[in-house]
């Protein structure tokens, strides 16, 4: 049946190291579509999480700072809301970027929480269009959150995102 592409004793190994990686790609996947566990974690465990997860790829090093917040636990849309909104420019770092290295700042000021994310990516000018809508969703929820969000980039520049929610 499968003449030419080898025998049971080549396609076997092969068969189940492809398997595995797909079982490890739809883990993966499904971790990270998951919201955060809402009221058993801080917003810093999860982003932690997020970040850790990130950095077992190997596909860019992220580092962290994390002020201000000491764990407190937050509102559950303020929680899911920042969480989903580096969860996406993560995901946009990580397919568009070519970035190798990702800072990610969270920091609790008097009355707000503040995401800065800065890459040293190709960057892109942030006043084309683009097919996705993922920087329009990221919009939509920090508004939704009374926000903002703001994005500097330019063609060989990286990106930063940096984004100021009340609290």
């Keep these: 049946i499968l ?10 190994p092969r068969a189940s190291n492809y398997l595995q990686d797909c079982i490890n790609e739809i883990r993966s996947l499904t971790k990270r579509l998951s ?4 009221g058993k974690i801080s917003l810093e465990e999860s982003i932690e999480d997020l970040i850790e997860s990130i950095n077992q790829t190997s596909k860019v090093k992220i580092v962290s700072q994390i002020a201000g917040l000491n764990n407190r636990i937050l509102k559950n849309d303020l929680h899911i809301g920042i969480y989903r909104i580096l969860q996406e420019h993560l995901t946009n770092i990580l397919k568009h970027a070519a970035a190798s290295l990702v800072h990610v700042t969270l920091e609790s000021f008097v009355g707000s929480v503040q995401l800065r994310v800065k890459d040293n990516g190709k ?6 269009q683009f097919g ?9 929820r920090a508004e939704s959150l009374k926000g903002k969000l703001v994005i500097k980039s330019a063609p060989t520049k990286g990106c930063e995102l940096f984004v100021m929610v009340p609290l």
């Design 35 to 38: 919201a955060p566990t809402l």
């Design 132 to 140: 996705g809508i993922g920087i329009a969703n990221m919009v939509a």
């Design 3 to 12: 003449a030419g592409v080898g025998g049971a004793k080549e396609l076997l």
């Design 123 to 128: 960057g892109f000018d942030p006043q084309k």
